[in-house]
Structures are given as structure tokens and as C-alpha cells.
């Protein structure tokens, strides 16, 4: 009984993910969430209680904890935290691109769902200051201001190629993820003033 009771519940997280992520939470009914799950109508108010708090338990369900960089190497090594940190969030990306655009419209929407994500978000976001700051004390970073650097870091790894606004003027082929990661890191690092990464690159 209790398997497939989590077989139920799984497929209509998976079913909310799918269609809060094409269609908004506003433009998406629970009819429409079961209908895609091949479950009964009442059953997301039976078990999530409506759904708000099913838009929380895909959270809880699908947000990639392991992004969270733990251990003292954050503090000791910010060079090589920043490129793991820069490789796990783009790994997230072509895993679970579903929830990534549910993240980003609600940011650009300003709902009043942003306060969940942020829950989630907001943890991520302190570690990669850390990180940031920690690389400028040792001076392997260099740059002004830690709350634009982290915008623009954030903004540089999160800006995906599938999002498709600039298509009608990009001419080359999707690139493969470890092709993004470099890419990706070698522009942070540049950006950074990276000392290290100075020492190993082309000028």
C-alpha cells in the first residue's frame, strides 16, 4: 500500500513540475496536474493539501542539495571551489531543466511563491559569497564590490543557452555540458582576475 502511495504522490509531484514549468503556477489547475499523472482529481488535496504546497514538496522533492559545497576546502581553496561550485550548477541545469525554468519565472515574475525558492536558493547563494570573499582576502580574486561580483558570477553560470532569446542571432551548435562548464569557468575565472588562472591561460 505504502509503495504505491508513494508511486501516486511521485507522479504527481513529477506532473506539477512539468506543467508549473511550461505553463506557470497560475495557468496550471490541480485538474490538470492529475489529469497529467493519471490520478484522481482529489488526490493532490489529499495529499499535499492544495496546490501551494505541492509547488513545495517538488521543491523538497527536486532541488539538488549536493550544491551546497561542504567541508573547510570552501574556506582554504576558493579557486577550487568556485570551479566545482560552477560545474555542479550547470550539471543541475541539464538534469532538471523543468525546474530551473520554474525558478526563473518566478523571479522574473516577483510572485509571492519567490519567498519558497529563496528558502532553497538563499543557502547557495551565501556559500558562493563566501567563496567569492574568501578568494579576495587570499588575493587569487580580484574585484570591488562582492554583492555585484556575486550577481554577475550568479548571473554568468544560471544564463542558460536554451533559454532562447538571442537564438536569431547565434550560429553554432549547442554546446556539450563539459564544453559549457569550461567555458563557463573560464569566463568567471577571467572575470575574477583569477591569479591562478593567469597562470595557466593564454593572454
Known amino acids: 500500500m505504502e509503495t504505491a502511495e508513494h508511486d501516486v504522490k511521485m507522479r504527481l509531484l513529477l506532473a506539477a513540475k512539468k506543467l508549473f514549468s511550461r505553463q506557470g503556477f497560475d495557468g496550471t489547475t490541480v485538474r490538470q496536474i492529475c489529469e497529467e499523472a493519471g490520478a484522481n ?30 567541508g573547510e576546502d570552501v574556506k582554504k581553496e576558493p579557486v577550487k571551489a568556485i570551479k566545482l561550485l560552477v560545474r555542479k550548477v550547470i550539471i543541475y541545469q541539464v538534469n532538471d531543466p523543468e525546474l530551473v525554468r520554474l525558478i526563473q519565472q518566478e523571479s522574473a515574475q516577483e510572485t509571492s511563491r519567490v519567498e519558497i525558492v529563496q528558502q532553497y536558493l538563499v543557502p547557495v547563494w551565501r556559500m ?26 550568479w548571473g ?31 569566463f568567471v575565472l577571467g572575470a575574477l582576475r583569477c591569479s591562478a588562472h593567469a597562470e595557466t591561460e593564454p593572454v
Do not use: W
Open 41 to 70: 482529481v482529489a488526490l493532490v488535496s489529499y495529499y499535499f493539501g492544495g496546490k501551494e504546497n505541492i509547488y513545495r514538496a517538488l521543491f523538497d522533492m527536486s532541488f539538488p542539495q549536493g550544491l551546497l559545497l561542504e
Open 156 to 186: 554568468g553560470i544560471l544564463f542558460p543557452r536554451s533559454f532562447g532569446f538571442f537564438n536569431p542571432i547565434l550560429s553554432e551548435p549547442l554546446p556539450t555540458t563539459e564544453e559549457k562548464i569550461a567555458d563557463v569557468t573560464g
Open 128 to 153: 558562493a559569497k563566501e567563496i567569492l570573499e574568501e578568494g579576495r582576502k587570499q588575493g587569487v580574486f580580484h574585484f570591488r564590490s562582492l554583492d555585484n561580483t556575486f550577481l554577475y558570477v
